[in-house]
Nanobody, 129 residues
Framework: QVQLQESGPGLVLTSQTLSLTCTIS??????????WSWIRQPPGKGLEWIGY???????AYNPSFKSRTSISRDTSQDQFTLQLKSVTPEDTAVYYC?????????????????????WGRGTQVTVSA
């Protein structure tokens, strides 16, 4: 079994950069065999895919976030990190790190058609004006 754990600040000020880390633990799995994504759920809304990091560190992003998002990884620490720049109160949400084995095209991730194999518990992030 694989566990994912999100960590980061619960409160961020408008215009700052949000940085979240996901730590992977449990059964040993080949990091490069999975697509490691960040998704979020704003209050009262559905899940939004932000982006992933995959084999060899290749990244893909939701066009809605691409201009201000960066996902990186530290394979020595079994961690991957989200940075979201210039946050506003509209970025207030529960942020999840997730993973899937199958992969897919960008539009499939954006449309929520990807089934994730592993989920973190989520972390609440509030952006204060």
């Amino acid at each position: 079994q694989v566990q994912l754990q999100e960590s980061g600040p619960g409160l961020v000020l408008t215009s700052q950069t949000l940085s979240l880390t996901c730590t992977i633990s449990g059964d040993s799995i080949p990091i490069d065999y999975y697509y490691w994504s960040w998704i979020r759920q704003p209050p009262g809304k559905g899940l939004e895919w932000i982006g992933y990091i995959g084999s060899g560190g290749r990244t893909a992003y939701n066009p809605s976030f691409k201009s201000r998002t960066s996902i990186s990884r530290d394979t020595s620490q079994d961690q991957f990190t989200l940075q979201l720049k210039s946050v506003t109160p509209e970025d207030t949400a529960v942020y999840y790190c997730v993973a899937d084995r199958k992969g897919g095209l960008n539009f499939e991730y954006v449309a929520g058609r990807v089934e994730y194999d592993f989920w973190g518990r989520g972390t609440q992030v509030t952006v204060s004006a």
